[in-house]
């Protein structure tokens, strides 16, 4: 090994090289600042991504509630519609009867009406 | 200053910043530092097989000067050994390190034959070995890698 005052270049080379690896450590400093700080946006981000899945989630959850809710009271409804038809018939059929019982009395009042005639006639002869 | 105008100036350089950032996430260095270490071992062992190597490359002679054949092989041996065994077994630190080192040997390399021979091609190839494990160096600065999430 002779030495660095024979190679004025070597040691040219490693004081430019020295301040190549300070320039690139403190590039590094900045990156690293640069990627904590953008980290923290991520976590950031992340919370609210996460708030928002949530949220999302409940919703999805109130809306098959709702969604049961609507169909039960479809269901509900389309029930009580059954009956009302069911209950206009019955009273349809009712009504038809009423109209055929108050015939039937008026034939029965007018039987009686001519029985009581035929027998004040018979006691009238009697 | 005036925030009005400095304010968009920060936004652009922060935007720069966020994608030369992205990149390096999304970079892989393995081959880089493949290719260097290697390169640093060829070097080596062309450096031991035969006292020669400096004599017939002139842009060597300052580093002749300084040392012999032999304790410069030993340096790229170390360089592309350390850096060899890091890659291969996956130790983030020590191939963080070792490209830290080969960054500075590659640059040294440039430098010199700038130094001794200026502007032959050379210089743009060691320049660039030189930036390629600087960047490698950069990527495994940044911690414990995640999936880039995209603002937008």
Known sequence: MIGAQDAPEITKAAALVGVGGVLLKFLQWLLRVFDARRRVQHDDLDILLKAQAEMREELRKDNEALRARVESLEARATALEDELRKARARVTELEREREE?????????????????????????L | MNSALVRPLILRLENVAEAVLKTLVRTDTTLIEFQSSTTFLAFAAMMFSGEHLFSNL??????QRFASERVWGLVCLLLGGVQSAANLYHHRHWRRTAAFGAACGWAFIAILIELVTPWTTALPVYAGFSLMQAIVYLRLSIPAPRPWVDPE
């Open chain 2, 58 to 63: 002139p842009i060597y002679g300052a580093m």
């Open chain 1, 101 to 125: 019982l108050i015939a039937t009395k008026a034939e029965i009042e007018a039987d009686l009406r001519l029985l009581k005639r035929t027998l004040a006639k018979e006691h009238g002869t």
